[in-house]
């Protein structure tokens, strides 16, 4: 079975700090996804990243950077000099990558980031 | 611009009346299409997946009968909550993968439904 786990429910932090927000993941798949989506008070979902499971590089875009260890079945999200606008809930979600057009899409249950000015 | 659009976005029904959510997709063929329900502050919960020209595969839990949804073409969902009530009251969420080639997707969402049932 499939399950994602973000242990931090809400996280609260200064303006320009540095945020990480921790996503664990449990597949029996050898082949899979991981995203990870932002949902703002509007409720659409925004698309972050997506990394397939044979690319374990780090990936930095902005002030955005992701660590994928497969080691540790981890795939952490830190947010560097954070602003107000960071404000939202992430989720951390998963698929497997066979039959992509019919894998569902787990997700975790999200942490609820408040960035304070 | 929107690649799955989902319509309407909001709505307010009578307690015991049914209301229908359409997802399209809008420049790619969807054979299957997902649908999750979001109460206040929760996750996404996939409550089941849309297959065109089949029945759809509903998640432990869910009532078929209750949320019917219908695959009837290549680009529309639609999930239907009959007889709501209040407890129904969510924000449900549709999604569709495009094919990229090979065993490569993108996952879109649409917009979200805001069902309030009074």
């Known amino acids: 079975a499939q399950k994602v786990t973000q242990a931090q429910t809400e996280i609260s932090v200064v303006e320009k700090e540095d945020v990480t927000l921790d996503c664990v993941y449990e597949?029996?798949?050898?082949?899979?996804?991981l995203f990870w989506y932002k949902q703002p008070p509007s409720g659409e979902l925004v698309f972050l990243i997506r990394?397939?499971?044979?690319?374990?590089q780090n990936e930095i875009s902005g002030r955005y950077s992701w660590n994928f260890q497969k080691s540790t079945s981890s795939f952490n999200f830190t947010i560097t000099a954070s602003q107000v606008v960071d404000s939202a809930v992430y989720f951390c979600?998963?698929?497997?990558?066979?039959?992509?057009?019919?894998?569902?899409?787990?997700f975790g249950s999200g942490t609820r980031l408040s960035i304070r000015p | 611009g929107a690649v799955v659009s989902q319509h309407p976005s909001w709505v307010i029904c009578k307690s015991g009346t049914s209301v229908k959510i359409e997802c399209r997709s809008l420049?790619?063929?969807?054979?299957?299409m997902f649908w999750y329900r979001q109460f206040p502050k929760q996750s996404l919960m996939l409550m089941a997946t849309?297959?065109?020209?089949?029945?759809?595969?509903?998640e432990q839990g869910v009532e078929k009968d209750k949320f019917l949804i219908n695959h009837a073409s290549l680009t529309l969902s639609t999930l239907t909550v009959t007889s709501a009530h209040p407890e129904d009251s969510s924000f449900y969420i549709c999604?569709?993968?495009?094919?990229?080639?090979?065993?490569?997707?993108?996952?879109?969402f649409g917009q979200g439904t805001r069902l309030t049932v009074v």
């Open positions: 990394r397939n499971s044979f690319d374990e």
């Open positions: 597949t029996r798949d050898t082949t899979y996804y």
């Open positions: 979600a998963l698929s497997e990558a066979r039959s992509s057009s019919a894998s569902k899409i787990i």
């Open positions: 849309s297959n065109e020209g089949s029945k759809a595969t509903y």
């Open positions: 420049d790619f063929q969807a054979t299957t």
């Open positions: 999604s569709a993968r495009r094919p990229l080639g090979g065993a490569n997707t993108e996952a879109f």
